[in-house]
C-alpha cells in the first residue's frame, strides 16, 4: 500500500539548518531558524521555567491522564494572560481548551470552524507563516488570501485589507497574527487593528486571531492589545495560543485554544465541541509543558521572573533591530529604518530566491528562499559582515 505514495520535497527552512551546518566556514551565520537566540547562539531555557520544573517533578505523584481539554487551571492562568485581568469583559463566554502548541490550537480552531459550517472560507494574511494554509487548509476549509505586505515598499497594504475585508460575505473566517507577524515583522497599529474589527463586526467575519510571541514585540500587554480589542468588539472569535518561544519550550508542546461565544450557553455548547473534537486528533494534550506554565504563572516569584527574563529578550531583539538598520542604511545609502521599526523575531528581505542563493554562496548567510531572516540570528559580532553580506545579495 505504502508504495503509492510519493516523495515529499524537502521542507525549506529544515534545508537550510542543514546546508549551515554542512558550512565550514568560522563566517557562516544562521538566520533561517525560528527559534529565539541568546547572546551566545543558544536558546535558552527561562530560569523560572527551570525551577518551575524541579518543582513540578518533585510534586508530581502521578502521570494518569489530563482530559481532552487540559489542565484547567492552566487553561485560566493563560486566558487571564492573553485577555488580561478583567479579560476582556468576556469572563463567562470562554471555551478553552489545552493543545500540543499553537499549531494544536490552530488545527482545533479549523476542526471546530469547519464543524461549524463545512467548507466555509478562511482567509490568510499574503505573506504568512508556512505552516498556515497545511494547518487550516487539510481540514475541508477552503483557504484563500487577503492582501496584507508590500514587499517593495515595506508596509501593510492596509487599504486594500481593508477593501478586501469589507467585501466579504458574513461567516468568513479571517486569519489575523496579533503581534509579530511571521514572516514580515510588519505589524498593525493599533489605529489601523480599531479598523479592523470595526470591518469585521459590521461584515460579520469570524477573526481567527494567532498569538504565538505574546512578550516578544513589546510587552506582555501591548502584544495582547489587538486580540482584548477585538475581543470588545465581535460575538465570536478564537484565538490559537502559544507558549513555545515565550516559555522557551517549544518542545514540550504547548498551547490553548480560547474561544469566545455570543453568551455563556453557547461556550459551555463549543467546549464540549473541542473536548470532542481533541478526543479524534490527540485525545489528551502532552501535560508537561503546560503544568510548567501553570506553576510559573501561578507562582508570583517564577511569573515575576519569567517576566524580566522575557523582556529582556524582547529588548535584545529590539536593539539588534536597530542595529541592523543602522548598518544596512550606512552600507547601502538607503534607509532600512523599517527593520528597526517592525516587531518580533522575523523581517523578509526583498531578496528574490537567486539572491538568498548569492548570500549563502558568497557571504555564508543562511535563510529561506523568501529571504526571512531571524533578527536573534544578528549579534554586534557579526551585524557588520551580515549587512555587508545582505546589501551585496540585494545588489546582485
Ligand atoms: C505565526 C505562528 N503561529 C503559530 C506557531 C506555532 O507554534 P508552536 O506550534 O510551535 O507552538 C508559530 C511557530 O513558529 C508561528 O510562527
Known amino acids: 500500500m ?33 527559534v529565539y537566540k541568546d547572546e551566545q547562539g543558544k536558546t535558552p531555557v ?23 481539554t487540559g489542565l484547567p487551571s492552566y487553561n485560566a492562568l493563560v486566558a487571564e494572560l492573553v485577555l488580561g485581568s478583567d479579560h476582556a469583559g468576556r469572563r463567562t463566554d470562554l471555551s478553552l481548551a489545552q493543545t500540543p502548541g499553537g499549531s494544536g490550537a490552530l488545527r482545533l480552531g479549523a476542526e471546530l470552524l469547519n464543524a461549524a ?10 505573506p504568512t507563516w508556512a505552516n498556515h494554509i497545511p494547518l487550516l487548509g487539510t481540514v475541508g476549509l477552503k483557504v484563500d488570501r487577503y492582501p496584507y505586505y508590500d514587499a517593495q515598499n515595506p508596509s501593510v497594504l492596509f487599504d486594500r485589507m481593508i477593501g478586501h475585508l469589507d467585501a466579504q460575505p458574513a461567516g468568513t473566517i479571517v486569519v489575523l497574527h496579533a503581534c509579530c507577524h511571521n514572516p514580515t515583522g510588519q505589524d498593525l497599529t493599533p489605529a489601523q487593528w480599531s479598523e479592523v474589527a470595526a470591518v469585521v463586526a459590521r461584515r460579520g467575519l469570524m477573526p481567527f486571531m494567532d498569538l504565538a510571541y505574546q512578550g516578544l514585540g513589546e510587552d506582555l500587554d501591548r502584544d495582547a492589545a489587538s486580540v482584548r ?28 485554544l480560547l474561544g469566545l461565544s455570543s453568551d455563556g450557553e453557547r461556550a459551555g455548547i463549543t467546549t464540549g465541541h473541542l473536548g470532542r473534537l481533541a478526543r479524534t486528533l490527540w485525545s489528551m494534550p502532552p501535560d508537561h509543558g ?52 517592525q516587531r518580533g523575531m522575523f523581517s523578509r528581505l526583498p531578496l528574490s530566491s537567486g539572491q538568498v542563493a548569492f548570500a549563502r554562496d ?20 557579526n551585524v557588520d559582515r551580515v549587512a555587508a553580506g545582505l546589501i551585496a545579495a540585494v545588489r546582485s
Open 46 to 68: 527561562p530560569r523560572a521555567v527551570r525551577t518551575a520544573e524541579q518543582e513540578v517533578h518533585a510534586a508530581q505523584t502521578t502521570k494518569t491522564y489530563v482530559s481532552p
Open 229 to 256: 480589542l477585538m475581543a470588545r468588539a465581535v460575538p465570536e472569535m478564537l484565538v490559537a495560543v502559544s507558549c513555545s518561544k515565550n516559555f522557551g519550550i517549544y518542545r514540550e508542546r504547548t498551547g490553548l
Open 290 to 341: 503546560a503544568a510548567l506554565v501553570e506553576r510559573v504563572l501561578s507562582q508570583p516569584a517564577l511569573r515575576q521572573d519569567w517576566m524580566t527574563e522575557l523582556s529582556h529578550m524582547a529588548n535584545r531583539i529590539n536593539s539588534l533591530r536597530g542595529l541592523l538598520a543602522e548598518r544596512l542604511s550606512a552600507v547601502s545609502g538607503v534607509d532600512y529604518g523599517w527593520v528597526a521599526a
Open 362 to 381: 558568497h557571504h555564508h548567510l543562511y535563510m529561506p528562499p523568501d529571504g526571512r531572516i531571524n533578527i536573534a540570528g544578528v549579534s554586534p559580532a
Open 117 to 126: 459550517r463545512p467548507g466555509a472560507t478562511i482567509l490568510v494574511s499574503d
Open 2 to 34: 505504502l508504495e503509492t505514495l510519493t516523495r515529499v520535497p524537502p521542507d525549506p527552512i529544515l534545508g537550510v539548518s542543514a546546508a549551515f551546518q554542512a558550512d565550514p566556514s568560522p563566517d557562516k551565520v544562521d538566520l533561517g531558524v525560528g
